[in-house]
């Protein structure tokens, strides 16, 4: 089946670490994506990983991807006020993107 | 190379009306995707559209719902006889070639039923 689920909500204090997680159910899927949406906008790719690969880092962010679990998580280090928004993780399937329902990520100064 | 383009960005509409929504993909791109926001949920497939070709459509609903995309001009989502429960915003992709290359993404459509 298509399901892609997240956590709803995560809160840190500037400067700290988050970790947003995603678990995914189609062990097909080739890549799967990071997608960063601020209020009354589109979608912003982040950050995408190769399904063969483990880890990917890109400046502040960091991919893992743990195939046999179906886990995939996000971490972004020195969180900033900046990065307060909604994080979309997606799976290909057949070349639509199944999404998650979105983590939204407050940022406290 | 200017990105997708989605227009209009709001479109207010009352019941039973008709909704016309437009993408312009990026340049180059012949594959887009049409994808529906509710409030407060993720965003959920509809549809899947090569120039003049309807690649997918299993996320469309079944009645009043249509897209096309022409060989000249842009691709068009088409709601009829709109209802309160098509309130969303609608977003559109397109990507060079299909499979599972990136999908870059509009601005979206902010549709309201009153």
């Known amino acids: 089946g298509e399901d892609v689920e997240q956590s709803l909500f995560l809160s840190v204090r500037e400067g700290d670490s988050s970790v947003i997680n995603c678990t995914y159910t189609d062990s097909s899927s080739t890549y799967l994506y990071w997608y960063k949406q601020e209020p009354g906008a589109g979608l912003q790719l982040l950050t995408y990983i190769f399904s063969n690969m483990d880890m990917k880092q890109d400046q502040r962010l960091t991919v893992l991807l743990n195939k046999k679990d179906k886990h995939l998580s996000l971490r972004i280090a020195d969180t900033q006020t900046g990065d307060s928004a909604i994080y979309f993780c997606a799976e290909t399937l057949g070349g639509k993107l199944i999404f998650g329902q979105g983590t939204t990520l407050q940022v406290k100064p | 190379n200017a990105g997708v383009m989605q227009n209009p960005r709001h479109l207010v509409r009352r019941r039973g009306q008709e909704a016309r929504l437009r993408c312009s993909p990026m340049k180059g791109h012949s594959h887009v995707y049409w994808y529906r926001q509710l409030p407060e949920e993720g965003l959920k497939f509809m549809v899947y559209l090569q120039k003049e070709n309807i690649i997918d459509e299993s996320g469309m609903p079944k009645e009043r719902f249509s897209a096309e995309f022409p060989k000249e001009g842009p691709s068009i989502l088409r709601i009829q006889q709109v209802v309160r429960g098509d309130s969303a915003a609608y977003f559109c992709?397109?990507?060079?070639?299909?499979?599972?290359?990136?999908?870059?993404f509009g601005p979206g459509t902010r549709l309201t039923v009153l």
């Open positions: 992709a397109s990507s060079p070639n299909g499979l599972d290359n990136e999908q870059f």
